[in-house]
Protein backbone atom coordinates (compact mmCIF):
# COMPACT_ATOMS: atom_id res chain seq x y z
CA UNK A 1 0.00 0.00 0.00
CA UNK A 2 1.14 3.36 -1.18
CA UNK A 3 1.23 5.52 1.86
CA UNK A 4 1.59 9.32 3.02
CA UNK A 5 1.93 9.92 6.84
CA UNK A 6 1.43 12.81 8.73
CA UNK A 7 1.10 13.98 12.15
CA UNK A 8 -2.43 15.39 12.92
CA UNK A 9 -1.67 17.14 15.36
CA UNK A 10 -2.59 19.70 16.29
CA UNK A 11 0.64 21.43 16.24
CA UNK A 12 0.08 25.01 18.29
CA UNK A 13 2.89 27.53 17.52
CA UNK A 14 2.89 31.37 18.75
CA UNK A 15 2.68 33.66 16.63
CA UNK A 16 5.77 34.99 14.86
CA UNK A 17 7.27 31.85 15.69
CA UNK A 18 8.38 28.80 12.56
CA UNK A 19 5.98 26.14 12.31
CA UNK A 20 7.54 22.87 10.93
CA UNK A 21 5.30 20.28 9.45
CA UNK A 22 6.71 16.86 8.61
CA UNK A 23 5.42 14.10 6.60
CA UNK A 24 7.15 10.55 4.96
CA UNK A 25 5.84 8.27 2.33
CA UNK A 26 6.66 5.06 1.31
CA UNK A 27 6.99 5.11 -2.49
CA UNK A 28 10.62 5.48 -3.63
CA UNK A 29 9.79 5.66 -6.83
CA UNK A 30 7.93 9.02 -6.30
CA UNK A 31 9.26 11.99 -8.65
CA UNK A 32 6.68 15.23 -6.99
CA UNK A 33 5.74 16.43 -3.71
CA UNK A 34 3.05 19.44 -2.88
CA UNK A 35 1.93 21.03 0.37
CA UNK A 36 -1.80 22.03 0.55
CA UNK A 37 -3.43 24.53 3.12
CA UNK A 38 -7.30 24.00 3.19
CA UNK A 39 -9.01 25.67 5.79
CA UNK A 40 -12.12 24.49 7.68
CA UNK A 41 -15.34 23.71 4.74
CA UNK A 42 -12.81 24.79 2.08
CA UNK A 43 -11.04 22.74 -0.57
CA UNK A 44 -7.12 22.12 -0.76
CA UNK A 45 -5.11 25.17 -1.72
CA UNK A 46 -1.70 24.45 -3.81
CA UNK A 47 0.99 26.30 -1.76
CA UNK A 48 4.31 24.61 -2.66
CA UNK A 49 5.57 22.10 -4.84
CA UNK A 50 9.25 20.44 -5.10
CA UNK A 51 10.45 18.12 -7.32
CA UNK A 52 14.36 17.81 -6.49
CA UNK A 53 16.49 17.33 -3.01
CA UNK A 54 16.67 20.60 -0.90
CA UNK A 55 14.48 23.45 -0.16
CA UNK A 56 12.31 25.53 -2.01
CA UNK A 57 11.30 29.06 -1.08
CA UNK A 58 8.49 30.72 -1.60
CA UNK A 59 7.69 34.01 0.75
CA UNK A 60 7.38 32.91 4.58
CA UNK A 61 7.21 29.15 2.81
CA UNK A 62 10.35 27.07 2.79
CA UNK A 63 9.72 23.18 1.50
CA UNK A 64 12.08 20.64 2.08
CA UNK A 65 12.80 17.32 0.23
CA UNK A 66 15.13 14.39 1.35
CA UNK A 67 13.92 11.65 -1.09
CA UNK A 68 16.94 9.24 0.46
CA UNK A 69 14.90 9.78 3.46
CA UNK A 70 11.73 9.58 2.10
CA UNK A 71 10.90 12.71 3.98
CA UNK A 72 9.16 15.84 2.73
CA UNK A 73 9.15 18.80 5.24
CA UNK A 74 7.18 22.56 5.25
CA UNK A 75 8.56 25.99 7.15
CA UNK A 76 6.14 28.63 7.87
CA UNK A 77 8.72 31.37 9.01
CA UNK A 78 6.66 34.50 11.18
CA UNK A 79 3.39 32.15 11.62
CA UNK A 80 0.24 34.34 11.31
CA UNK A 81 -3.35 33.53 13.06
CA UNK A 82 -4.39 33.37 9.44
CA UNK A 83 -1.89 30.34 8.67
CA UNK A 84 -3.96 28.26 10.99
CA UNK A 85 -5.93 25.71 9.04
CA UNK A 86 -4.67 21.83 8.10
CA UNK A 87 -1.76 21.23 6.11
CA UNK A 88 -2.09 18.49 3.36
CA UNK A 89 0.96 16.43 2.06
CA UNK A 90 0.44 14.77 -1.57
CA UNK A 91 2.70 12.88 -3.15
CA UNK A 92 2.81 12.23 -7.02
CA UNK A 93 3.81 8.26 -7.12
CA UNK A 94 3.08 7.95 -11.22
CA UNK A 95 1.08 9.59 -13.78
CA UNK A 96 -2.35 10.57 -12.65
CA UNK A 97 -1.78 8.68 -9.24
CA UNK A 98 -1.30 11.18 -6.16
CA UNK A 99 -1.52 9.75 -2.36
CA UNK A 100 -2.53 12.10 0.05
CA UNK A 101 -1.88 12.41 3.96
CA UNK A 102 -4.56 12.54 6.02
CA UNK A 103 -3.32 16.27 6.85
CA UNK A 104 -1.40 18.44 10.46
CA UNK A 105 -4.08 20.86 11.89
CA UNK A 106 -2.01 23.84 12.55
CA UNK A 107 -2.93 26.74 15.11
CA UNK A 108 -1.43 29.93 15.97
CA UNK A 109 -1.78 31.38 18.69
CA UNK A 110 -2.25 34.98 18.72
CA UNK B 1 -14.26 32.17 -14.90
CA UNK B 2 -10.58 31.12 -13.63
CA UNK B 3 -9.26 27.84 -12.29
CA UNK B 4 -11.59 24.87 -11.45
CA UNK B 5 -15.53 25.46 -10.74
CA UNK B 6 -17.94 23.08 -9.46
CA UNK B 7 -21.68 23.44 -8.66
CA UNK B 8 -23.50 23.24 -6.89
CA UNK B 9 -21.23 23.84 -3.57
CA UNK B 10 -24.20 21.94 -1.71
CA UNK B 11 -26.43 19.23 -2.25
CA UNK B 12 -29.25 17.62 0.14
CA UNK B 13 -30.81 14.54 -1.81
CA UNK B 14 -32.07 11.87 -0.94
CA UNK B 15 -31.53 7.70 -1.16
CA UNK B 16 -33.67 7.43 -4.16
CA UNK B 17 -33.05 10.74 -6.03
CA UNK B 18 -30.92 11.01 -9.03
CA UNK B 19 -28.54 14.56 -9.03
CA UNK B 20 -24.89 15.25 -11.21
CA UNK B 21 -22.11 17.29 -9.95
CA UNK B 22 -20.67 19.55 -12.43
CA UNK B 23 -16.60 20.76 -13.03
CA UNK B 24 -15.44 22.87 -14.95
CA UNK B 25 -11.45 23.71 -15.57
CA UNK B 26 -10.38 27.10 -17.30
CA UNK B 27 -6.71 26.25 -16.66
CA UNK B 28 -5.63 24.14 -20.56
CA UNK B 29 -4.85 21.21 -18.51
CA UNK B 30 -5.21 17.71 -19.84
CA UNK B 31 -6.33 15.66 -16.86
CA UNK B 32 -9.59 15.63 -14.71
CA UNK B 33 -10.14 14.01 -11.11
CA UNK B 34 -13.03 13.22 -8.59
CA UNK B 35 -12.06 12.95 -4.96
CA UNK B 36 -14.19 12.77 -2.30
CA UNK B 37 -13.09 13.72 1.58
CA UNK B 38 -14.56 12.13 4.45
CA UNK B 39 -14.00 13.44 8.09
CA UNK B 40 -10.29 11.89 9.04
CA UNK B 41 -10.08 10.62 6.15
CA UNK B 42 -7.42 11.46 3.15
CA UNK B 43 -8.93 12.32 0.23
CA UNK B 44 -9.53 8.84 -1.80
CA UNK B 45 -9.56 9.02 -5.85
CA UNK B 46 -12.67 8.13 -7.45
CA UNK B 47 -11.83 8.73 -11.27
CA UNK B 48 -9.87 10.08 -13.11
CA UNK B 49 -10.08 11.43 -16.97
CA UNK B 50 -7.02 12.19 -19.76
CA UNK B 51 -8.12 13.99 -22.85
CA UNK B 52 -11.76 12.43 -22.39
CA UNK B 53 -11.00 8.90 -21.62
CA UNK B 54 -11.31 7.19 -18.38
CA UNK B 55 -7.85 6.54 -17.20
CA UNK B 56 -8.52 5.37 -13.14
CA UNK B 57 -11.28 3.88 -11.41
CA UNK B 58 -10.24 2.99 -8.05
CA UNK B 59 -13.27 0.15 -7.29
CA UNK B 60 -16.27 3.24 -6.72
CA UNK B 61 -19.27 1.70 -6.54
CA UNK B 62 -22.02 1.93 -9.54
CA UNK B 63 -23.99 4.42 -8.00
CA UNK B 64 -21.66 7.23 -8.99
CA UNK B 65 -21.18 7.31 -12.53
CA UNK B 66 -18.51 10.00 -14.16
CA UNK B 67 -19.01 11.45 -17.47
CA UNK B 68 -15.92 13.90 -19.37
CA UNK B 69 -17.66 15.49 -22.65
CA UNK B 70 -14.31 17.42 -23.35
CA UNK B 71 -10.85 18.25 -21.69
CA UNK B 72 -12.52 20.82 -19.64
CA UNK B 73 -15.67 19.50 -18.05
CA UNK B 74 -16.12 16.52 -15.72
CA UNK B 75 -19.24 15.36 -14.17
CA UNK B 76 -20.33 13.02 -11.50
CA UNK B 77 -23.83 11.35 -12.03
CA UNK B 78 -25.35 10.39 -8.54
CA UNK B 79 -28.44 7.61 -7.83
CA UNK B 80 -29.42 5.89 -4.67
CA UNK B 81 -26.57 7.19 -2.37
CA UNK B 82 -26.73 5.69 1.19
CA UNK B 83 -26.03 8.07 3.75
CA UNK B 84 -22.35 6.91 4.14
CA UNK B 85 -22.22 8.51 0.37
CA UNK B 86 -22.33 12.11 2.47
CA UNK B 87 -18.87 13.90 1.94
CA UNK B 88 -17.09 16.75 0.64
CA UNK B 89 -16.83 16.13 -3.22
CA UNK B 90 -13.49 17.45 -5.00
CA UNK B 91 -12.89 17.72 -8.70
CA UNK B 92 -9.07 18.67 -9.49
CA UNK B 93 -7.45 18.75 -12.92
CA UNK B 94 -3.41 19.33 -13.70
CA UNK B 95 -1.34 18.60 -16.88
CA UNK B 96 0.01 15.45 -17.06
CA UNK B 97 2.00 13.80 -20.09
CA UNK B 98 4.65 16.00 -21.14
CA UNK B 99 4.27 18.68 -18.69
CA UNK B 100 7.31 20.55 -16.52
CA UNK B 101 5.44 20.23 -13.05
CA UNK B 102 2.45 18.20 -12.42
CA UNK B 103 0.85 20.45 -9.98
CA UNK B 104 -2.64 19.59 -9.14
CA UNK B 105 -5.45 22.38 -8.75
CA UNK B 106 -8.96 21.65 -6.53
CA UNK B 107 -12.21 23.70 -7.36
CA UNK B 108 -14.36 24.87 -4.06
CA UNK B 109 -16.19 21.19 -3.54
CA UNK B 110 -19.91 19.95 -3.32
CA UNK B 111 -20.93 19.48 0.55
CA UNK B 112 -23.35 17.01 -0.51
CA UNK B 113 -25.91 15.42 2.25
CA UNK B 114 -27.49 11.87 1.50
CA UNK B 115 -30.73 11.66 4.02
Known amino acids: QKEVEQNSGPLSVPEGAIASLNCTYSDRGSQSFFWYRQYSGKSPELIMSIYSNGDKEDGRFTAQLNKASQYVSLLIRDSQPSDSATYLC??????????FGTGTRLKVLA | ETGVTQTPRHLVMGMTNKKSLKCEQHLGHNAMYWYKQSAKKPLELMFV???????ENNSVPSRFSPECPNSSHLFLHLHTLQPEDSALYLC??????????????FGPGTRLTVT
Open chain 1, 90 to 99: AVNIRTYKYI
Open chain 2, 92 to 105: ASSQEEGASSYEQY
Open chain 2, 49 to 55: YSLEERV
